[in-house]
């Protein structure tokens, strides 16, 4: 995945192809060259350091906001019908953006437990 400035913001965590590690972004510079990061796709394991709780194989943000792990994320009650696909997020900085966005609080990974 090519990323853009646009799609970052300050502390998304994303891969670094140079160093082979996972990153936070520190700096963001619209003309930059960001060929040599990419995003990180989401795993059980980083939602769950997240602090998503898996209830019937959906993780859930909070009780309006779930997302299965292919990244489809949700608002509603998963029992009502009702419930809107609002978005697609495979990769953890959508993730970090999207929640901050609708909560304005920011995502942080904890450590392993």
């Known amino acids: 995945m090519n990323l853009k400035a646009n799609e970052l913001r300050i502390g998304n965590l994303v891969y670094s192809i140079t160093h082979k590690v996972n990153i936070n972004v520190s700096l963001i510079e619209i003309d930059a060259d960001y060929s040599t990061i990419e995003g990180i796709l989401l795993t ?13 194989g959906l993780w859930y943000c909070n009780e309006y906001i779930f997302l299965t792990i292919n990244g489809d994320v949700y608002f509603g009650d998963v029992y009502n019908v009702d419930s809107k696909k609002i978005a697609k997020t495979p990769y953890v ?21």
């Open 93 to 113: 900085h959508q993730l970090q953006n999207l929640c901050f966005s609708l909560k304005g609080t920011e995502l942080k990974l904890t450590d392993k437990s």
């Open 44 to 56: 059980e394991e980083r939602l769950l350091r997240f602090g998503f709780e898996n209830k019937l």
